[in-house]
């Protein structure tokens, strides 16, 4: 029977594997779904890049994971099933067949950004002092999703950087809200002595 360190090792492999898979399967789908040879052309030039970026934050992820504790790992475990990020990569793949359309490309987008939270959380869980690079990789990562689905399309284009524009003000004021529940907290210890 698996330790259940084991079966968290097993659940963070899943969700890398799921989102490495998402990464490859949407790049191909794309392609499918491009309207003349410049935007596959531009599809093809990111491609690569993107899952590269994605195969070495799955890579710096398990790294990060070996120097773990074990209830760091359990952590780790239950911010992936009580996000349920395992699901949210899977089904993300069920919005393949609707990438020709507006929404589809805007839903796909939607889960990357809910899908970079989780990477973050992971981290944070691991104990690792966030590097300063995470935030521009998990960013580029997420532009470059971005640009494959807007290729050919302006308008795309500038409603994805709305939408990432308004991606960054909702971290910026959940950032604020757990800065504030901490000095709640805090001021509640403090009360408490």
Not at 38 to 64: C, G, H, M, W
Not at 163 to 182: D, G, P, S, V
């Amino acid at each position: 029977m698996a330790t259940s360190e084991t079966k968290s090792n097993n659940v963070l492999e899943q969700f890398l594997n799921d989102f490495l898979d998402l990464t490859s399967g949407y790049t191909k789908k794309a392609i499918d779904y491009a309207n003349d040879e410049d935007e596959k052309a531009v599809i093809r030039a990111f491609s690569p890049t993107l899952i590269s970026q994605v195969t070495e934050l799955n890579k710096y992820v398990k790294e990060s994971v070996e120097q773990s504790s074990r209830q760091q790992i359990k952590e780790v475990n239950q911010i992936i099933n009580i996000t349920s990020g395992i699901s949210l990569v899977q089904n993300a793949k069920g919005i393949f067949p609707s990438l020709g359309s507006l929404f589809g490309k805007l839903g796909l987008s939607r889960i990357v950004k809910e899908i970079k939270k989780i990477f973050r959380m992971i981290l944070e869980a691991l104990g690792i002092k966030l590097p300063k690079w995470l935030d521009a990789l998990l960013n580029i990562i997420d532009e470059i999703f971005d640009a494959i689905g807007s290729a050919g399309s302006a308008k795309l284009a500038t409603t994805f950087s709305i939408q990432e524009q308004n991606y960054l003000a909702e971290l910026t004021q959940l950032a604020k809200l757990q800065q504030a529940n901490q000095f709640r907290f805090l001021e509640n210890d403090e009360d408490e002595i």
